[in-house]
């Protein structure tokens, strides 16, 4: 998983007078993974840094239209080249046992224990 951050607009640097601080105008985040036939696939998202963006699937891309945006110095995104291109269809489905249900559960009854105190 590789992620990261654009900074390209000033009207929204409300930070930088007081604090030094920019304002990100985008977030990006790559995903590299195997399929179930252990091919390699990737998915890329780049979101606008504003509230209620709509489905997440709206900000699917490439990693290479990623890269081309990127002015960070730090190289390119490790994936393999034949894949840079790619767009995914659509959000990949959250694996079976993926945990993240039993950490949202826990925390749900980590709240439920607060409001009893």
Do not use: C, H, R
């Given at each position: 998983t590789f992620g990261g951050l654009k900074y390209n607009?000033?009207?929204?640097?409300?930070?930088?007078?007081?604090?030094?601080?920019?304002?990100?105008?985008?977030w990006w985040k790559v995903v590299l993974g195997k399929d179930d036939a252990g091919k390699d696939q990737v998915i890329a998202w780049l979101f606008p840094n504003r509230?209620?963006?709509g489905p997440l699937d709206d900000y699917?891309?490439?990693v290479?239209?990623?890269?081309?945006q990127l002015i960070d110095g730090l190289g390119a995104i490790?994936?393999?080249?034949?894949?840079?291109s790619v767009v995914a269809d659509g959000s990949w489905e959250i694996p079976s046992g993926c945990g993240r249900g039993r950490m949202a559960e826990e925390a749900?009854?980590?709240?439920?224990?607060?409001?009893k105190a």
């Open positions: 607009e000033t009207d929204n640097d409300d930070f930088v007078a007081g604090w030094g601080i920019k304002t990100p105008d985008y509230e209620n963006l699917l891309t490439s290479a239209a990623i890269e081309s490790a994936v393999p080249e034949a894949l840079k749900d009854d980590d709240v439920d224990q607060d409001n």
